[in-house]
């Protein structure tokens, strides 16, 4: 799987958009971009994923750069309870075998009042 | 609504004990999960199975072992529990037709070894 690099933390005014990056350099052409959020003592909720298009669903959009090396996962309103530890991962999808979810330390997104 | 239920939020066990941790799916998924979750560390996986009695070694296996009998119940034993293992731990089901975007986990359970 390809190595992705967030920020350690982050902010951003309630009603804002919050903008969180991710660097996957050496991401290659069969992985997707998946974003993963953990509320405070809760599991990790899935949020959107992509493969080279621009995505948006219900809770974020998820622009890719052309060269696929990194992305940006947008809140378009953030409020206080999207305060949380974001995940970006890479990871091929195929089916039939079993998939290992790994995580990094993901970015910690506080969203100010 | 609940799609994946760990046994307990919180334990409190003693240096040596047995534990078991239960993780119940139901949603019919063949690949389940145990991570722990340390403060600065993210998630590490630390066993995962793709079937019934079929289980494999994640990145931090030692210390642990793990049971899948049924499809839908997976757990994770500490054989003689170590404060060293202390942690939140999370349970993960994931249907393999839909690759991490169907990845749903349980609330975690915290476990403090005393």
């Known amino acids: 799987d390809a190595k992705t690099t967030q920020p350690t933390s982050m902010d951003c005014a309630e009603g804002r958009a919050a903008n969180l990056p991710c660097n996957h350099s050496?991401?290659?052409?069969?992985?997707?971009v998946y974003w993963y959020r953990q509320i405070h003592s809760q599991g990790p909720q899935y949020i959107i994923h992509g493969l080279k298009n621009n995505e948006t669903n219900e809770m974020a959009s998820l622009i890719i750069t052309e060269d696929r090396k990194s992305s940006t996962l947008i809140l378009p309103h953030a409020t206080l309870r999207d305060t949380a530890v974001y995940y970006c991962i890479v990871r091929v999808v195929f089916s039939g075998s079993a998939r290992q979810l790994t995580f990094g330390s993901g970015t910690q997104l506080t969203v100010l009042p | 609504d609940v799609k994946v239920t760990q046994s307990s939020r919180y334990l409190v066990k003693r240096t040596g004990e047995k534990v078991f941790l239960e993780c119940v799916q139901d949603m019919d998924h063949e690949n389940m999960f145990w991570y722990r979750q340390d403060p600065g560390l993210g998630l590490r996986l630390i066993y995962f199975s793709y079937d019934v009695k079929m289980k494999e070694k994640g990145d931090i296996p030692e210390g642990y072992s793990v049971s899948r009998e049924k499809k839908e119940r997976f757990s994770l034993i500490l054989e003689s529990a170590s404060t060293n293992q202390t942690s939140m731990y999370l349970c993960a089901s994931i249907d393999p037709d839909r690759g991490l975007a169907e990845a749903f986990f349980g609330q975690g359970t915290r476990l403090t070894v005393v």
């Open positions: 050496t991401i290659s052409g069969n992985e997707y």
